[in-house]
């Protein structure tokens, strides 16, 4: 195809790319192999009906009960375009900072598979919407004591298409049956350039994207029913070579398994060309259960797709100026209409709220985390500090998540509970260890009483009151009579020893701020 070959051509320009460049910053690979990545990923475009026919666009419906007579291909029904679908492809190509096409065209693209019942799919090839985008994203990789880094990968062009049909197979019968209700679902094709050079990297990309493409809303981004999917194209080469032969991994089904799949694929080249023997050409599908790549199709003829314009679908025109023409998209309107995106939002957190870059990123990266925290910092008629509720998300209410064993997704607690758990911080009636009892309590019991509520029901509330937290320290201080006596002897760090017998005389309720001032002024008399 020639999107293909031509991001492979243009892999050697990397003027504009500011952050790690694919030239300057390579991972270390044995014998000084570098890796080349680039990205196709197919976003469906969220529309209540099809790309060119009225039949509804939704996910689990009976099989082939979403199917018009043109997703059939019955003889003389004719394409309609979706209004909608090709101003979400605009919004979507505007906020990537893609140059929106004032005309584009769609053509046929020949093959024959059952799934396909007119025989072509109609896309976008000589002109597609969009070309010329960007896409800069921050880049955690997990498990490893290093900082975020932020990394570009160019967009090639992103054009619309509509998908095919599935094929159903019974390995017991020996029968393959065919669905159409997806044949004619809207889709956006995402080319990148081949600008990345690892696994994380690849994973990264499709993180921001999915992010992006949330919030603007022109896609659901749910990989498990197929509403994004990732292509890889992957090759290796030594340093100051020509870029090696690469491999494509197809339909790749979430963003753990892009990272996964890339990366053993890299090192399935290195082995092989180690060995001195040759890397085909070819078309591979990822294997979740074995962790691996396995080969589907070989590329070594290219294949005759016979392209060739659409004669039912009129040149599609796009105002890139203000327009009050009906019959065109107005993308200056929509530019006027995007959300706040992410990398905009980090740097709002940075530049406002003061939060490093680093927890910046790990809030904006999630959604549901980052959901909590705005509700939590913006609630009317409340003054909270970001950095305390972003110090308490990430530590004491992750942590016990994470103990747990609980998907942050799937955690029920209301974001107004985590809310009235920071007031309580903040005004000292708790600590950070009854903090996280309170958490542990409302997993157990489905979050049906509050915070305030546990903490009364349980006795977690902080010991504050002076003349309690005296009697316990003396008391204290006559059970340890060694202790203070070399901390008599000036051995200071005994004090700290005796505050622990104190909050664990008291379950580690009692004020310590106020223990520790008692102590000192009780180990002077």
Request: glycine fraction near 4%.
């Amino acid at each position: 195809m020639f999107k293909r070959t031509l991001g492979y051509k243009c892999s050697k320009h990397f003027e504009g790319i500011k952050t790690r460049s694919y030239a300057t910053n390579c991972i270390a690979r044995p014998n000084r192999w570098k890796s080349v990545i680039g990205l196709e990923i197919h976003a469906q475009i969220q529309s209540k009906s099809k790309l060119f026919s009225g039949a509804e666009a939704s996910f689990g419906a009976a099989s082939n009960s979403c199917v018009s007579l043109f997703d059939a291909a019955i003889p003389g029904t004719l394409p309609v375009l979706n209004r909608a679908c090709v101003e979400q492809g605009v919004r979507t190509a505007l906020a990537l900072g893609c140059t929106v096409s004032p005309v584009s065209m769609f053509d046929r693209k020949h093959y024959f598979y059952a799934d396909l019942p007119a025989g072509y799919q109609i896309t976008q090839q000589r002109a597609p919407l969009a070309k010329t985008g960007s896409l800069t994203f921050p880049v955690v990789v997990p498990g490893l004591n290093q900082k975020p880094y932020y990394k570009s990968s160019r967009i090639l062009q992103l054009q619309l298409e509509q998908d095919s049909g599935k094929s159903l197979h019974d390995p017991y019968e020996k029968k393959s049956l065919v669905d159409l209700n997806r044949a004619g679902i809207p889709l956006m094709e995402l080319v990148f350039e081949p600008d990345l050079e690892t696994g994380e990297e690849a994973a990264a990309l499709v993180k921001e994207l999915i992010l992006i493409l949330s919030r603007l809303g022109s896609c659901s981004c749910r990989m498990e029913e197929g509403a994004l999917r990732v292509d890889a194209n992957i090759s290796v080469h030594r340093e100051n070579t020509p870029l090696g032969t690469r491999t494509e991994v197809k339909n790749i089904g979430s963003v753990r398994a892009v990272a996964q799949a890339v990366e053993f694929e890299i090192e399935r080249q290195i082995k092989i060309l180690d060995k001195g023997e040759r890397i085909f050409n070819e078309t591979r599908a990822w294997d979740a259960m074995g962790k691996r790549t396995i080969a589907m199709r070989d590329k070594e003829v290219v294949q005759d797709y016979r392209f060739m314009p659409e004669p039912n679908l009129p040149p599609l025109h796009v105002s890139v100026t203000s327009s009050t023409d009906g019959n065109s998209v107005d993308a200056t309107r929509l530019m006027a209409q995007l959300p706040e995106l992410p990398e905009a939002t980090r740097k709002r957190l940075v530049g406002i709220h003061k939060l490093t870059t680093e927890t910046a990123i790990i809030l904006v990266n999630d959604v549901t985390l980052y959901t909590h925290f705005e509700f939590i910092t913006a609630e009317a008629g409340k003054q909270r500090s970001p950095k305390m509720v972003a110090k308490f998300l990430l530590n004491e209410f992750l942590a016990v998540l994470n103990k747990n064993k609980v998907d942050l997704h799937e955690c029920r607690i209301p974001s107004g509970h985590l809310a009235e758990l920071v007031d309580m911080l903040d005004a000292n009636l708790i600590n950070l260890h009854l903090a996280s009892l309170i958490l542990q309590e409302s997993l157990d019991t489905s979050h049906r009483e509050t915070p305030t509520q546990i903490a009364r029901r349980k006795d977690w509330l902080m010991i504050t009151d002076l003349d309690q937290i005296e009697s316990l320290c003396r008391r204290v201080i006559v059970q340890n009579p060694k202790i203070v006596d070399k901390y008599r002897k000036g051995k200071e760090k005994m004090l700290y020893a005796l505050a622990g017998e104190v909050a664990r005389a008291m379950e580690q309720k009692v004020d310590m701020a106020k223990a520790v001032t008692v102590l000192k002024k009780m180990l002077k008399e």
